[in-house]
């Protein structure tokens, strides 16, 4: 268990309400369809999503974060990539260097 569900999992607990929401709360994606990239770690070839600016949690788990994967994937598999296979998909958040500095 990640901090975060220990957070979110906490919070239920002093709600009082253990089925409020599975492990992370509910939340609206937000990121660009066409916002993917196949790379390679090592020799395997990864397909890697760039969430954005979504609040999502970035986890599979998550009935959201699934759909979103699923979507994603077979836009990757029909567009750019169709005769790929990946061993993993990353999800990933890209901050610009200037708003770590400042």
């Known amino acids: 268990m990640t ?12 709600i009082g309400d253990p089925l409020m929401y599975d492990i992370w709360p509910d ?8 916002e993917f990239l196949q790379a390679k ?5 990864v397909i890697m ?5 979504c609040e999502g949690p970035l986890d599979p788990r ?3 974060c699934r759909q ?4 994603r ?14 061993v993993a998909i990353v999800l990933f958040r890209m ?3 200037e708003t770590l500095e400042s």
């Open 73 to 86: 994937l077979k836009k990757a598999e029909e567009s750019l990539y169709p005769e790929k296979k990946w």
């Open 41 to 45: 770690i090592g020799e395997h070839p």
């Open 27 to 34: 939340f609206s994606p937000e990121y660009d369809e066409e």
């Open 49 to 53: 999503f760039h969430c954005a600016s």
């Open 62 to 64: 998550h009935s959201t």
């Open 3 to 14: 901090s975060f569900e220990r957070i979110f999992k906490k919070l239920k607990d002093v």
């Open 68 to 71: 979103c994967i699923r979507s």
């Open 95 to 97: 901050h610009p260097l």
